[in-house]
């Protein structure tokens, strides 16, 4: 089962990743975007670290929400509410429970990949985070690292790929040839998964 503690590891985790690949994902940003994703995932995360070590909230859900909400707050770029929805949106499926399995969280997440596609309008094949998320999302039935797979295998495809959404989308075919930096930072978000779970160890079940 995971709980609230699991999800607060979950936010760790990934702001020590973002925090480790934000030059990358600013390297990412510059030929097709404005070289701030980096900066602007880490400021982000960051704050969700700190807002979580202060209220400490004690369900999956309020974990999740409160960390989506300082997301939205903090990151003025688009990727800022795109992701503050997923994990609010994901929180809010999660209701108040104190525990939830992992089927529950593959299907509160496929609901906040659902209100990302609903607010940025983007669709597989965009070019976008969308992109690695919902390939993370199909393939959660078969664990966190089937997900974190799929997702890294999500970003990379979208290389060869004409980015429809957003920023990118301005340069038309010039977008071509170059991974997107939100698919590949949702790659590490759902790679965090792995880490947060393996730092149960004993005890879980
Ligand atoms: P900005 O584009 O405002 O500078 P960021 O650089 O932080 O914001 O984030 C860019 C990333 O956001 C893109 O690589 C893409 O994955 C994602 N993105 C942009 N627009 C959308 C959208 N409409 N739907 C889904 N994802 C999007
Ligand atoms: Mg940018």
Not at 125 to 140: N, R
Not at 144 to 168: C, I, S, Y
Request: aromatic share 4%; proline share 4%; charged share 25%.
């Amino acid at each position: 089962m995971l709980d609230a503690d699991f999800f607060r590891r979950w936010m760790t985790v990934t702001t020590a990743s973002v925090d480790r690949e934000a030059d990358r994902l600013t390297a990412l940003d510059s030929p097709i975007g404005d070289a701030d994703h980096g900066s602007n995932l880490r400021r982000g995360f960051t704050a969700v670290s700190t807002v979580l070590e202060k209220e400490a909230p004690e369900t999956p859900g309020a974990v999740l929400v409160l960390a989506g909400r300082q997301l939205i707050s903090t990151v003025g770029g688009a990727s800022g509410p795109l992701y503050g929805t997923l994990l609010r949106r994901t929180g809010k499926a999660l209701g108040d429970a104190a525990e939830v399995d992992e089927a529950r969280f593959a299907e509160a997440l496929r609901a906040g990949v659902d209100a990302v596609m609903q607010l940025g309008g983007a669709a597989p094949g965009d070019k976008t985070m969308i992109d690695a998320l919902v390939p993370a999302v199909d393939a959660l039935s078969h664990g966190f690292g089937a997900a974190r797979v799929a997702a890294e295998q999500g970003a990379e495809a979208t290389t060869p790929l004409q980015a429809r959404k957003g920023r990118a989308s301005y340069l038309g075919e010039r977008s071509i040839g170059h991974q997107d930096p939100g698919a590949t930072s949702a790659a590490l978000l759902i790679a965090a998964l792995t880490d947060a779970d393996s730092d149960t160890h004993t005890d879980k079940e």
